[in-house]
C-alpha cells in the first residue's frame, strides 16, 4: 500500500511542480493554490512547459473578461484527480483540473485526461483535453444529454458513506454508476452517461470542482452545494466544500427539490 501511495505522491508532485511553475514563469502576479504543499525551490528546466495553444489563442476572449488584470486570477490545480484510482490502475477515472477564477466565480477550466484512450490498442491517440470559458464554450468533446426521463446518478467511488448513500437512495435513481475523480463525473454529466452528480459528503476541495464547474457552466449545467450554495473561489476561502456536491447538466432543479432535509442537516456548509 505504502507503495501505491509513494508512486501517488511522486507523480502528484511532479505534475502540479510543472503546471505551477510553468503558470508563474508566464503569469507571476496570478494566485495560483494547488493541492500539494510543494517547497518553493527551483523546479527543473525540463518540467517547465512554455508553449501555447494556437487553437486556444484564436477564439475571441469574452468581452466581459478582456479587462481582467492579471493579480485578480485565480489558479486552482488539482494535479491527479482520482488518485486513488490512479494507484490502482483505473486509468480512465484520472484527470488534471485547471481552473481559473475572477471575483470567487469559476470562469474558465482545463480538465486532462492523460489516460484517454488508454484501453483502445496501440494505435489509439492517448489522451485528451477538455476546457471551456464562460461565455465562450467548452471544447475537446461531444456535448450529449443523459437519456430523456432517466435518472442515472454518478458519485464516489472510494467515500461513500451512510449519508452519501441515504441520499442517492431517496433520488429513487434508475441507475447509480461509482467512478473517482470530480473531473471525470463532470465528464459523465457533459457526455450524457450520467444526469445527475451527488456527493453528500465533505471532502471534496476547491481545486476539484473548480475547473469541472467552469466547464459545466459554460455549456448550461449547474453546480453547487447540496444546499444549492455557489462555490466561491476567491483566494481566501477554506479549501474543503464541506456542504457536499450537485451537479446537472439539465434539470438541476429537479434534482436538488429531492435532497433530503435530514441529509443538508447532516451538512453545513
Known amino acids: 500500500q505504502t507503495g501505491a501511495n509513494d508512486l501517488q505522491t511522486k507523480a502528484d508532485r511532479m505534475v502540479q511542480m510543472s503546471i505551477c511553475a510553468s503558470l508563474a514563469r508566464k503569469f507571476p502576479k496570478v494566485t495560483i493554490i494547488g ?6 525551490h527551483d523546479v527543473a528546466e525540463e518540467l517547465i512547459e512554455d508553449g501555447h495553444c494556437e487553437e486556444i489563442l484564436k477564439k475571441p476572449c469574452p468581452p466581459q473578461y478582456t479587462g481582467i488584470k492579471e493579480e485578480e486570477l485565480v489558479i486552482w490545480v488539482d494535479p491527479l ?3 486513488k484510482e490512479y494507484t490502482e490502475g483505473l486509468l480512465d477515472h484520472v484527470t488534471v483540473l485547471i481552473g481559473i477564477a475572477y471575483g470567487g466565480k469559476a470562469i474558465a477550466g482545463v480538465i486532462n485526461q ?9 494505435d ?15 471544447f475537446g468533446f461531444e456535448l450529449t444529454e443523459a437519456p430523456a426521463g432517466k435518472h442515472i446518478i454518478v ?17 429513487k435513481p434508475d441507475t447509480v454508476i461509482r467512478v473517482g475523480g470530480a473531473g471525470n463525473k463532470i465528464i459523465q454529466l457533459i457526455e ?10 465533505p471532502g471534496c476541495k476547491k481545486w476539484d470542482t473548480c475547473a469541472p464547474e467552469a466547464i459545466l457552466h459554460a455549456v448550461g449545467g449547474k453546480i453547487t452545494d447540496i444546499h444549492g450554495n455557489s462555490f466561491h473561489y476567491n483566494k481566501e476561502v477554506k479549501h474543503m466544500n464541506s456542504a457536499g456536491v450537485l451537479a446537472a447538466l439539465r434539470n438541476y432543479d429537479y434534482y436538488a427539490s429531492r435532497i433530503p432535509n435530514t441529509v443538508k442537516q447532516s451538512l453545513v456548509p
Open 155 to 171: 458519485t464516489t467511488r472510494s467515500h461513500s458513506s451512510a449519508l452519501v448513500n441515504d441520499c442517492i437512495t431517496a433520488l
Open 114 to 122: 492523460p489516460y484517454y484512450n488508454y484501453e483502445a490498442g496501440a
Open 35 to 40: 493541492e500539494e504543499e510543494l517547497p518553493p
Open 192 to 201: 450524457g452517461k450520467a444526469s445527475a452528480y451527488v456527493f453528500a459528503s
Open 81 to 83: 484527480d482520482g488518485t
Open 124 to 138: 489509439a491517440v492517448l489522451g485528451r483535453t477538455i476546457w471551456g470559458v464562460l461565455g465562450m464554450g467548452a
